[in-house]
């Protein structure tokens, strides 16, 4: 599978479909201008990553993800204490309750 960044999957495609489409812009480009449109194609990609890298600094995006990745971290055990203060409240609450005679 094809991805542009970490754990970000953008398209998916597998081998035989990228094999398939290599065949196809063989047959409509030619042996001569598919190297060249490979090469642009390169360079392309490469300027585009930089571009959103340039941009990811300039909006802070890095620490962003930063503060999201903390925060999560702090909400796991906040999900689990629900539960746990459900059951330490029961067995509080059966401890102070009176003994019935």
């Known amino acids: 599978m094809i991805s542009l960044s970490r754990g970000s999957k953008v398209f998916n495609i597998g081998f035989p479909e990228l094999v398939t489409i290599l065949v196809v812009a063989l047959l409509v480009l030619g042996p001569e201008r598919l190297p060249e449109v490979g090469r642009a194609l390169a360079r392309l990609t490469l300027e585009f990553r930089r ?51």
């Open 51 to 101: 571009a959103t890298e340039e941009l990811k600094r300039e909006l802070g995006v890095d620490a962003l993800e930063e503060a999201r990745e903390e925060l999560q971290t702090l909400r796991d055990p906040l999900r689990e204490s629900p539960e746990e203060t459900e059951k330490e409240r029961d067995v509080s609450s059966q401890e102070s309750a009176p003994a019935s005679p």
